[in-house]
């Protein structure tokens, strides 16, 4: 028994001796059952909250207004909410009241799905399951409790829920819950932005295979209703270097993406949503398709859509180093001083990213040769590491001269002429890093300061 499962326990059965009816609910029983890794455990009782801050000593009033305390068993917290029913959703996310009641049933039906509205009882090792929920979870099927279309009027951020079950936990979604979620769609333009951020964020960070819920997004039309922008890539024809469509061709490098960060998921998700504004048939191959400058318009989406789910500044850059950069495709003829460039262009850990990027967009063009396209990737990671462990210059602060000498050297304070001239020394050491010397570097900056700057 684990070691919160044993703190749960003790709070149960401390319940129990007090005449109390408890149990073990919501994602912890659900996952328990379907043998997955279980996260946060949950405890539903007929105790009040003021009953439960009597019966315990160290009990923290984390939600009184729904009837939720953390009691400390140990130094584990565990949560515990009172047996309740709730009045309407105005704000389609909260209760707007609720009540208490002494049976755990009346509790259950309350809850969004029935795989979610099981009570377990440990001590006994008895469920309480009024809506079938356990079938549900051993035939993968996830339906809501009663009216599916109630559920999701309720609080419309469970019309993504369902959609992220379906994606992590594999479950097919009820025929019924089905149309309720397309009828139900317009809902989310109700949920604010920071929840359906937080909420697609699960869906990509928690399957495999994320791409499933993004087709079912498609499939139930709540894809034009919180991402419009990825409509126009479904049905665009690329060319005879991809096997897919450029949204087939973007699920496919989604799936191919680590999952930790999401940033490489969102990245995937963002990185062509210009090429459906940028088509053109190609003039010599019939059929196909070019996209000239088509990574400059997606990160004008990318950032249009991250200001929308307000993205931390953090994620945006990210995000849109790997968008910048998916289209730079180095082959075996760059000379040392173009792999120099490169890596000046990806710092730190952007240089990881581009290569794990690289590799996620590869495999997703579907083509026989795949395979041969990563080796190259494989040959051009051995020379940027290679090149990036000699040490060279590759930024202003590597330059053998100051931006205080150079200061000093043209009798002026610094201001745009500054960093212009940096650049201008910097790119001849990336040419050639036998340069990065003081004295000729200091030369050189004197011949550019004379040319710019008369006496």
């Not at 105005?90 to 208490?100: A, I, K, L």
């Not at 950032?303 to 849109?320: C, E």
């Not at 040490?391 to 200061?407: P, T």
Request: aromatic share 6%.
């Amino acid at each position: 028994m684990s070691t919160v499962l044993q703190a749960a326990s003790e709070l149960l059965e401390r319940l129990a001796q007090a005449g109390y009816k408890g149990f073990i609910v919501g994602g912890f029983v659900r996952d328990r059952l379907m043998k997955r890794p279980t996260g946060d455990l949950d405890i539903a009782s007929s105790a009040t909250p003021q009953e439960i801050i009597e019966l315990f000593d160290r009990v923290h009033p984390t939600g009184l207004g729904h009837g939720t305390v953390t009691v400390m068993v140990g130094d584990l917290p565990i949560e515990h909410t009172t047996f309740r029913t709730e009045g309407t959703y105005s704000d389609h996310r909260r209760p707007d009241s609720v009540q208490f009641v002494t049976e755990i049933e009346d509790d259950l039906a309350r809850r969004d799905f029935t795989v979610n509205a099981i009570a377990w009882n440990p001590l006994a090792d008895s469920y309480v399951d009024p809506f079938g929920g356990r079938q549900d979870v051993h035939q993968s099927r996830l339906r809501a409790v009663g009216s599916p279309r109630d559920r999701l009027q309720e609080d419309a951020l469970r019309i993504l829920r369902a959609i992220r079950f379906a994606t992590t936990h594999d479950f097919e979604l009820d025929m019924e819950l089905r149309h309720a979620l397309a009828a139900t769609a317009h809902k989310l333009k109700e949920i604010a932005v920071e929840r359906i951020e937080n909420e697609l964020d699960k869906i990509l960070s928690r399957s495999s295979h994320p791409s499933r819920g993004f087709r079912l997004m498609h499939e139930l039309n709540l894809l034009e209703v919180i991402l419009p922008e990825f409509i126009p890539m479904i049905g665009q024809r690329q060319n005879r270097h991809h096997a897919h469509d450029v949204w087939d061709h973007t699920l496919q490098v989604l799936d191919a993406c680590p999952a930790e960060p999401t940033d490489f998921r969102w990245a995937a998700l963002f990185h062509d949503l210009g090429k459906p504004l940028t088509a053109e048939p190609h003039p010599n191959q019939q059929g196909d398709f070019r996209f000239f400058g088509h990574e400059k318009v997606s990160l004008q989406i990318s950032g249009d859509i991250g200001k929308r789910l307000k993205f931390s500044k953090a994620r945006q850059r990210r995000v849109d180093q790997m968008i910048a950069h998916h289209m730079v495709h180095p082959t075996n003829d760059w000379g040392d001083s173009a792999i120099r460039r490169l890596l000046r262009k990806l710092p730190g850990e952007d240089l990881d990213d581009y290569l794990t990027f690289k590799r996620a967009d590869v495999t997703g063009k579907g083509t026989d040769d795949v395979n041969t396209l990563l080796e190259q990737v494989d040959r051009i990671e051995e020379r940027l590491r290679r090149e990036q462990a000699l040490g060279h210059a590759l930024q202003r602060r590597d330059l053998a001269i100051d931006s205080h000498d150079l200061m000093t050297l043209a009798s002026r304070p610094g201001g745009p002429w500054l960093g212009a001239l940096q650049e201008v020394l910097l790119e001849a050491v990336v040419e050639d890093p036998s340069f990065n010397q003081r004295e000729r570097l200091e030369s050189m900056a004197r011949t550019w300061l004379a040319n710019h700057f008369t006496s």
